[in-house]
């Protein structure tokens, strides 16, 4: 259901003017949850079935013109956008109690002021912007819980012995989520462009220039499974823990404290759109930005993940070719300043009648490095995952030596922070290089456009080369991607006991991606007299990269041990051949009446067969590749 309205009109005639509008947005779709093992159906059937999952939008937008006088107009605008998305959950064994609610929050105060001399045009503005992202869990303060089956791991022993590593398969997941975050943006920002018009020397020149200040903070509050989630055993044969009843382990995180940082974001540009002859025109143009503090400039390694990594870097078994000096902070980081971005375009009209236009450019064009992925270098380490066993009496059991006896008061809130107390957890260490460029994107383009009649067509060959975007890679590995040295068995030199860090990983830069593309387009503008229009528009792409094959979850890649590994593939979201096709026809009364199709040769996909079943199919049509 999407509904709303518009109001706009005069407060002082032909000076001062408002316009307001809303719109909601209201969607209702379904989740299924099931079991993959259906013989547990008895115990979980009063949350199986089809479940909804909401989602809900509002959109307000407000405008202010006030018409100063001939040459001068000041605006004052304002957006709200708000959101909630329940989802997380169905498609399988997972409850709706288990839902989160993706949250989000965004507005902008917009001021701009135009000035229009005899000669030049010039706009300033002043921005603000706030933008905050707060998933929640539904039910946080209900604790979650995973209902597993363990898999019989007997030798030589007749019957079941239990083991806390043999899971066989998870049964159904219920109870409260896990995922609790604050994401808050705020900037202010002031921008000023300048036009100059007929500047005469040697052609006609149209000279513009601007620049760019942005003050930006950022807060960051992430609380991943700090709800208690209890595993527990459905199987509920006496040699086991216990039953359904009773958990073999519950998982809680420590909380993090938030982390605010502020960035200054400085922007200059100039261009000149020159007239050279009648036939051809220049887009002479260059960029600098500039951030101060994009990737955790102030950030000091702490003590003892300099030591950690010391100790790992002499384990026997260590084999990274990384160099860590480079991934060592001191609390300096240099901010990049080669974001230089030069800009040449020209367009030549061959035989000087327009209808035979020869055009074609270059440009680069800077990215940046999300802070959330910089924000993971203060985060990890501290996110610490504490794991309790439990048993029938404690001590040793199902191959630990650590368990606790269970107690029905475990399951409270304050039972469990009484038994968790004193117990260390394991982190994550995430290393930023110190030296990292930002990602860019190289662009050419050529081509021609021809009139035939009122027919306009255009045939562009295009190409795009991207450098140095990010990616996340396991530090403990070979160069065959095996893991080496088991991070819990590093020991700490200073106390002799193992570092309690159960992952390492280090940003790689060195993701790149191509595209080739060529452009046919056929346009005949609808007009009163015929009465029809259309447009063709044909794309042929050939769009690669290299890097992770996990599109659109992370940009963790676990399948190579570094991007200059991997191999290049087809990107995922590129047809190779797209056509959009629409028209337009007149019909009685005025009315027109006009279509929209795409048609498209199928994006690249990643097609998974394990098991046996891969190698009869791949030699079959690969055998010179077996």
Known sequence: LQYGGSVGGPIIEDRLHYFLAYERKEETRDRTVFLNRTEYTPLFDQYLGTFTAPFEQDLLF????????????????????????????????????????????????????????????????????SSVYNPRAVNFDQPGARYVVFRDNATTTPGFQFSYTNI??????????????????????????????EVEWMGRHTIKLGVKYSQQSYYVAKDFNRNPFFTYDVDARPEVVGSSTIPTQVSLNLPVEPTSVDNNVFGIYLQDDWQVTDKLELNLGIRWDYEDNAVNNDYETPAEIRRFLTALQAAPAYASTVDLSNYISTGGRDAFTGAIQPRIGFSYDIFGDEQTVLFGGAGRYYDRIGFNFAFSERFGPLNRTKNIFFSPAGGAYGGRTDTVAWNPIYATTEGLDTLLAGT?????????????????????????????????????????????????????????????????????????????????????????????????TIDK??????????????TYAEATQNGSRDQGLSNFD?????????????????????????????????????????????????????????KPLWNEFYPEKH
């Open 525 to 538: 503008p609808y007009n009163a007299e015929d009465r029809y229009g259309f447009n063709v528009a044909y």
């Open 62 to 129: 407000g405008k202010l013109s006030w018409q100063i006088d001939d040459r001068q107009r000041l605006e004052l605008s304002g957006t709200y956008r708000t959101e909630q998305d329940i989802r997380d959950f169905g498609g399988g064994p997972t409850s709706a109690e288990r839902a989160n609610a993706i949250n989000g929050d965004t507005r902008s105060v917009v001021l701009r002021h135009q000035y229009q001399g005899d000669t030049f045009l010039n706009e300033a503005s002043i921005d603000y912007f």
């Open 168 to 197: 066989e398969a998870t049964v159904f997941n219920l109870g409260g989520g896990t995922n609790n975050q604050d994401i808050e943006q705020e900037s202010l920002t002031f921008k000023n462009d300048l036009t100059l018009n």
């Open 558 to 614: 676990f399948d190579y041990a570094s991007i200059s590994a991997t191999p290049t593939f087809n990107s995922p979201g590129t047809d190779r051949h797209r056509v959009v096709l629409s028209g337009t026809v007149g019909l009685p009364w005025d009315f027109r009446l006009s279509s929209l199709i795409t048609l498209a040769s199928g994006k690249p996909f990643t097609a998974f067969n394990p098991g046996n079943g891969g």
């Open 424 to 520: 260390v957890g394991t982190g994550e260490v995430f290393l930023i290089k110190n030296d990292a460029e930002m990602p860019h994107t190289d662009q050419f383009n050529l081509g021609v456009r021809q009139k035939f009649g009122e027919i306009q067509t255009a045939l562009t060959f295009s190409y795009a080369k991207t450098e140095n975007e990010f990616g996340w890679y396991r530090l403990n590995v070979n160069s065959d991607n095996s893991v080496v040295v088991p991070l819990p068995s590093v020991i700490d030199p200073d106390t002799g006991q193992p570092f309690q860090y159960r992952n390492a990983f280090y940003s790689d830069h060195d993701r790149e991606r191509e595209y080739k593309a060529i452009y046919l």
